[in-house]
């Protein structure tokens, strides 16, 4: 499942702007008063300005032997999140490794190492090891209505979990996290998920708006 363009909203745009071209030093395409849009390997990134906004989560797939590369870099730059004590989560059921930060909203960042895509470079870690948007967070009371949606636009196989709780759907190229917030918070900070707005183009395309899915054409 391909992630072409994720567009998240925010209330500091100068300052996400700043963080994500300066500190994660990513090509900024595109910049006015109202959003601007960065280069996250083969994915675009956009940020628009908005009044109000609840913090998301998403993944950024990464070169599969430079976890402990980017554990370095990312250190230089910001603390990063720590994962039940430990600065790495093993997902050892999905075969990868991942590290978590903060941006300037609190969107919780992650940075996983897929062994599975066998992206294999030797070069020093920096922001040309990011490969794609690979996950973004789905959040509602009911994971089941979601995936129904989902599945109205293309169906997509479940990758981890089930409807009750988490559920992951898609591939390791791309996955949708499906997160029931009346039964788990997010990981690794244990806070509560929120209802977080976005849009998204590639394989599906779509708005999630006020916790509803609107499909774009």
Same mark, same amino acid.
């Given at each position: 499942?391909?992630?072409?363009?994720?567009?998240?909203?925010?209330?500091?745009?100068?300052?996400?702007?700043?963080?994500?071209?300066?500190?994660?030093?990513?090509?900024?395409?595109?910049?006015?008063?109202? &959003?601007?849009?960065? &280069?996250?390997?083969?994915?675009?990134?956009?940020? !628009?300005?908005?009044?109000?906004?609840?913090?998301?989560?998403?993944?950024?797939?990464?070169?599969?032997?430079?976890?402990?590369?980017?554990?370095?870099?990312?250190?230089?730059?910001?603390?990063?999140? /720590?994962?039940?004590?430990?600065?790495?989560?093993?997902?050892?059921?999905?075969?990868?490794?991942?590290?978590?930060? =903060?941006?300037?909203?609190?969107?919780? !960042?992650?940075?996983?190492?897929? &062994?599975?895509?066998?992206?294999?470079?030797?070069?020093?870690?920096?922001?040309?090891?990011?490969?794609?948007?690979?996950?973004?967070?789905?959040?509602?009371?009911?994971?089941?209505?979601?995936?129904?949606?989902?599945?109205?636009?293309?169906?997509?196989?479940? =990758?981890?979990?089930?409807?009750?709780?988490?559920?992951?759907?898609?591939?390791?190229?791309? /996955?949708?996290?499906? !997160?029931?917030?009346?039964?788990?918070?997010?990981?690794?900070?244990?806070?509560?998920?929120?209802?977080?707005?976005?849009?998204?183009?590639?394989?599906?395309?779509?708005?999630?708006?006020?916790?509803?899915?609107?499909?774009?054409?």
């Amino acid at each position: 499942m391909k992630i072409s363009e994720l567009t998240l909203f925010t209330t500091k745009l100068e300052a996400q702007k700043q963080f994500y071209a300066q500190v994660l030093e990513l090509p900024l395409l595109f910049s006015d008063e109202e &959003k601007f849009t960065v &280069k996250i390997g083969v994915s675009l990134l956009t940020f !628009v300005k908005t009044i109000t906004s609840n913090p998301a989560h998403f993944a950024v797939n990464i070169s599969s032997n430079k976890i402990q590369e980017a554990l370095s870099w990312i250190q230089n730059r910001i603390q990063i999140l /720590l994962c039940e004590g430990e600065n790495i989560a093993d997902f050892s059921n999905w075969n990868a490794e991942a590290l978590y930060f =903060y941006d300037q909203d609190q969107n919780i !960042v992650e940075f996983i190492a897929r &062994k599975d895509l066998e992206i294999i470079n030797t070069y020093p870690f920096s922001s040309s090891d990011f490969l794609n948007i690979s996950e973004i967070g789905i959040v509602s009371n009911n994971n089941k209505t979601i995936y129904d949606e989902l599945q109205a636009i293309h169906p997509i196989p479940i =990758y981890d979990g089930n409807l009750e709780r988490f559920c992951a759907l898609g591939n390791t190229e791309g /996955l949708f996290i499906l !997160v029931n917030n009346t039964k788990k918070n997010w990981f690794p900070t244990q806070e509560e998920a929120f209802v977080a707005d976005f849009k998204l183009k590639g394989d599906y395309n779509f708005a999630f708006t006020n916790g509803k899915i609107i499909v774009e054409k």
